[in-house]
Nanobody
């Protein structure tokens, strides 16, 4: 099983980015999809998660700006980030519960928001 992330980059404050995380390999289905981030010198924090039923949770600092979604047919999770702020700068990691396999991490993708 492998999780491949894409979509990070450099954006100006107020801009938007969309991150993707595709699970491949011996994947029957995916359960909860999570996105974490880690800024330099800080601990990794959970940003958002979505269950298979579609229940969503967000850290307060991104509520109203970020959206999390999933495509179960493609075993892929997404994080849509709008109204980005410099404090959103971090490496973003996806984390997915793979049915019958366990929890896996993506390789991380850098998001940099310039002021």
């Amino acid at each position: 099983v492998q999780l491949v992330e894409s979509g990070g980059g450099l954006v100006q404050a107020g801009g938007s980015l969309r991150l993707s995380c595709a699970a491949s390999g011996d994947v029957v289905s995916i359960d909860t999809v999570r996105w974490y981030r880690q800024a330099p010198g800080k601990q990794r924090e959970l940003v958002a998660e979505i269950t298979r039923r579609g229940n969503r949770n967000f850290v307060d600092s991104v509520t109203g700006r970020f959206t999390i979604s999933r495509d179960d047919a493609q075993n892929t999770g997404y994080l849509e980030m709008n109204s980005l702020k410099p404090e959103d700068t971090a490496v973003y990691y996806c984390n997915i519960d793979i049915r019958y396999k366990g929890t896996y991490w993506g390789q991380g993708t850098q998001v940099t928001v310039s002021s």
